[in-house]
């Protein structure tokens, strides 16, 4: 028995049951529906929060749909294009995926302020859009963080700047605490190098030696830099912006955020941990 080809039945096969579906751009006969985070930014891109939760194509025919495209693309080009196949929708069914879109963490680094990106979410048959959807986000400057966000210690620890240049200047001053005989002497930042007995209370000088040296910059409580309310899609949205410790050193003020941040960063740079099995 001679074997078939496979490489021309199955295509065949495939064509005789496929059956062309007649969708007008529009019509209803597929909907696409998203849920899109109303706002995004470098430190949410750093901890690989998704900017689309979820995305749904529905065919609301009773014929199965073949070949359909998802496109998205954005105003902008802090994210990249986006494309998605679905082989087949079959009829009365829900597609359901979540898009990993490309945003360019570089581009978003350099974001001084706030900008408007709009999303346009289109659904392709036969080179038809036969379903667009438009949403829009705020991409937020580099130091500003959504007050929804500000308890999340994940996304608080994209704003924590060990190699700040203003980092450096605490340490030295610092080292002048460390040298004294209540903290034994030894200005050196050691991490937690040395014996298990001494490495608690050498940790606990570090820290206390840095506490000082920020204490005595006479940093001044003050309200944060003028940030933005705004309400999209519904929902209330505050951003707050973060002083980084060159700027906190620069003006001598800082709000409890701003000030728990610099100390953290400068906790980080000698490699002391908090929380865990360190202190």
């Given at each position: 028995m001679e074997e078939l080809d496979k490489t021309i039945v199955a295509p065949k096969l495939l064509a005789s049951i496929r059956e062309d579906v007649d969708i007008k751009e529009n019509d209803g006969s597929v909907s696409i529906s998203m849920d899109v985070s109303p706002v995004f930014s470098y430190a949410l891109c750093m901890n690989k929060?998704?900017?689309?939760?979820e995305l749904s194509v529905e065919n609301t025919l009773d014929k199965d749909i073949y070949d359909l495209r998802i496109k998205i693309k954005a105003d902008n080009d802090l994210i990249e294009p986006y494309i998605e196949d679905i082989f087949i929708l079959?009829?009365?069914?829900?597609?359901?995926?979540?898009?990993?879109?490309?945003?360019?963490?570089?581009?978003?680094?350099?974001?001084?302020?706030?900008?408007?990106?709009?999303?346009k979410f289109t659904?392709?048959?036969k080179d038809k859009e036969v379903a667009v959807r438009y949403d829009r986000i705020q991409v937020l400057a580099y130091s500003e963080i959504p007050e929804s966000y500000v308890g999340d210690s994940r996304i608080l620890a994209a704003f924590v700047l060990p190699n700040n240049p203003a980092v450096e200047i605490i340490r030295q001053e610092a080292t002048e605490y460390l040298k004294r005989e209540d903290f034994n002497g030894d200005p050196s930042f050691s991490g937690y190098q040395g014996s298990a007995e001494c490495v608690p209370k050498r940790v606990q000088n570090m820290?206390?030696?840095?506490f000082y040296a920020i204490r005595k910059k006479n940093i001044v409580y003050s309200e944060p830099p003028a940030s933005y309310e705004d309400e999209i899609n519904g929902n209330r949205l505050i951003m707050q912006?973060?002083?980084?410790?060159d700027e906190i050193l620069n003006t001598r003020f800082g709000t409890c955020m701003d000030m728990t941040l610099l100390y953290a960063a400068c906790l980080e740079m000698p490699m002391i941990q908090l929380g865990g099995t360190r202190a």
């Amino acid at each position: 028995m001679e074997e078939l080809d496979k490489t021309i039945v199955a295509p065949k096969l495939l064509a005789s049951i496929r059956e062309d579906v007649d969708i007008k751009e529009n019509d209803g006969s597929v909907s696409i529906s998203m849920d899109v985070s109303p706002v995004f930014s470098y430190a949410l891109c750093m901890n690989k929060t998704h900017l689309i939760k979820e995305l749904s194509v529905e065919n609301t025919l009773d014929k199965d749909i073949y070949d359909l495209r998802i496109k998205i693309k954005a105003d902008n080009d802090l994210i990249e294009p986006y494309i998605e196949d679905i082989f087949i929708l079959n009829a009365g069914q829900t597609y359901k995926t979540r898009p990993k879109l490309f945003v360019h963490p570089t581009k978003l680094l350099e974001m001084n302020e706030m900008t408007e990106c709009l999303l346009k979410f289109t659904v392709m048959y036969k080179d038809k859009e036969v379903a667009v959807r438009y949403d829009r986000i705020q991409v937020l400057a580099y130091s500003e963080i959504p007050e929804s966000y500000v308890g999340d210690s994940r996304i608080l620890a994209a704003f924590v700047l060990p190699n700040n240049p203003a980092v450096e200047i605490i340490r030295q001053e610092a080292t002048e605490y460390l040298k004294r005989e209540d903290f034994n002497g030894d200005p050196s930042f050691s991490g937690y190098q040395g014996s298990a007995e001494c490495v608690p209370k050498r940790v606990q000088n570090m820290a206390a030696a840095l506490f000082y040296a920020i204490r005595k910059k006479n940093i001044v409580y003050s309200e944060p830099p003028a940030s933005y309310e705004d309400e999209i899609n519904g929902n209330r949205l505050i951003m707050q912006k973060v002083r980084f410790p060159d700027e906190i050193l620069n003006t001598r003020f800082g709000t409890c955020m701003d000030m728990t941040l610099l100390y953290a960063a400068c906790l980080e740079m000698p490699m002391i941990q908090l929380g865990g099995t360190r202190a």
